[in-house]
């Protein structure tokens, strides 16, 4: 079946300890990209991924790192975690080197206390 | 950067009314995707349709239909004859050039 996992679904975390948030595809997607969805903002951009090994910034990448050593995986890191990063996160994939159609992931739900 | 807006945060319907849900965009450029997905209670995002900024054509997919006018530069979403599972958020977003924006979205709750 084709699909965008994550992992965990559920974190609940203290503040300043690392935590990584995997995302996968298996559709041979080339564009993947993080959102953080927060009441009354709707989906905001974290991080964008062209293809292997190249990353940009979204519209609200502070606090956050992301690497694409391969196609499949792109993970989400945050180095040292705040109780404004508690929101619910997704990650996406779209078959181009573009946005023009996304696929979401089930969503991660994390809480930083 | 591109701005998307949905002015409607909440709608609350009864079913089988026909409702629409607003979106107007902001972009200086002249090539641009726009996108509606719909949010359910159990929280994924489902993927409903895409529009390119050169097709201006209507589209109807069963009981949900899309009216895209660049003139007012509005994408925006009816659904005819409301039913209980199209309760939902829904975004509307635009993107172009390796920006996507998103709406705040709209909650549309569909009572029986």
């Known amino acids: 079946e084709a699909q965008v996992t994550q992992n965990p679904r559920y974190l609940i975390t203290v503040t300043g300890k690392k935590l990584t948030v995997t995302c996968s595809q298996n559709m041979n997607h080339e564009y993947m990209s993080w959102y953080r969805q927060d009441p009354g903002l709707g989906l905001r951009q974290i991080y964008y991924s062209m293809n292997v090994e190249v990353t940009d910034k979204g519209d609200v990448p502070e606090g956050y790192k992301v690497s694409r050593k391969e196609k499949r995986n792109f993970p989400l890191i945050l180095e040292s975690p705040s109780p404004n990063q508690t929101s619910l996160y997704f990650c996406a994939s779209s078959e181009g080197t573009s946005a023009e159609t996304q696929y979401f992931g089930p969503g991660t739900r994390l809480l930083v206390l | 950067a591109q701005k998307v807006t949905q002015a409607q945060t909440e709608i609350s319907v009864v079913e089988k009314e026909d409702v629409t849900l607003d979106c107007v965009y902001e972009t200086r450029d002249t090539t641009y995707y726009l996108f509606w997905y719909k949010q359910p209670p159990s929280g994924e995002l489902v993927f409903l349709i895409r529009?390119?900024?050169?097709?201006?054509q209507n589209e109807i997919s069963g009981r949900y239909s899309w009216n895209f006018q660049k003139s007012t530069s509005s994408f925006n979403f009816t659904i005819t004859a409301s039913q209980v599972v199209d309760s939902a958020v829904y975004f509307c977003?635009?993107?172009?050039?390796?920006?996507?924006?998103f709406g705040a979205g709209t909650r549309l709750t569909v009572k029986p």
């Open positions: 529009r390119n900024s050169f097709d201006e």
């Open positions: 977003g635009c993107y172009n050039n390796n920006d996507m924006r």
